[in-house]
């Protein structure tokens, strides 16, 4: 017993010296920062999209020319939704395409867009069925060309008078097809 003893109070010290050489040489610890957990309402500034599906939209003008614009396709509920708001620029030849199930009367506000736009609205057999040229941003008033289209197309405003596409022009998508439409 003597011997344990013995070893114990040998060991204590190093035992206990140990732990606090230990404990000197750890940093301070920072608590973790809090989750936050991700945002949901598509509308709001900081809602992070998912990427959206590329592809192309060729316009023919009045005068035969063909236009060709690159595209973000918006195929579903949420991304039809959230179409170019929080954007600050569009570049020319860039826009985005929203693609509905089924053509009838289709209306569009500009809740939370910051920059003007042409919206080019589209029939389900590929002619523009009317343009809104130059709508005005972060607005709720809602814009309509008086027709059913199936498909709606956003570039940069100025850009349908620009390239003299006009209300019968034919369109053509490419790389569409096989992008599911989302009711």
């Known amino acids: 017993m003597k011997t344990t003893r013995r070893l114990a109070v040998l060991l204590l010290p190093l035992l206990l010296g140990g732990c606090q050489q230990e404990a000197q040489g750890r940093q301070p610890s920072t608590p973790p920062a809090p989750v936050r957990p991700p945002v949901t ?29 690159e595209v973000e396709v918006a195929a579903t509920p949420d991304s039809r939704q959230r179409g170019l708001m929080w954007r600050t620029e569009l570049a020319e030849g860039k826009g985005m395409l929203f693609l509905f199930p089924t053509q009838e009367m ?36 809602s814009r309509s ?39």
């Open 41 to 69: 309402d598509v509308t709001a500034k900081d809602y992070v999209s998912p990427p959206l599906p590329r592809a192309h939209v060729r316009l023919k003008d009045a005068f035969g020319g063909v236009h060709r614009v």
């Open 145 to 183: 060309v008086g027709a059913p289209s199936q498909y709606v197309l956003e570039v940069p405003a100025g850009w349908a008078e620009k390239m003299g596409v006009r209300k019968g022009s034919p369109v053509e998508f490419e790389g569409v097809s096989n992008i599911r439409i989302v009711p």
């Open 106 to 141: 289709q209306g569009f506000w500009m809740r939370n867009t910051l920059i003007s736009l042409d919206i080019i609205f589209i029939t389900s057999d590929l002619h523009i069925a009317g343009v809104v040229s130059r709508a005005v941003p972060k607005t709720l008033d």
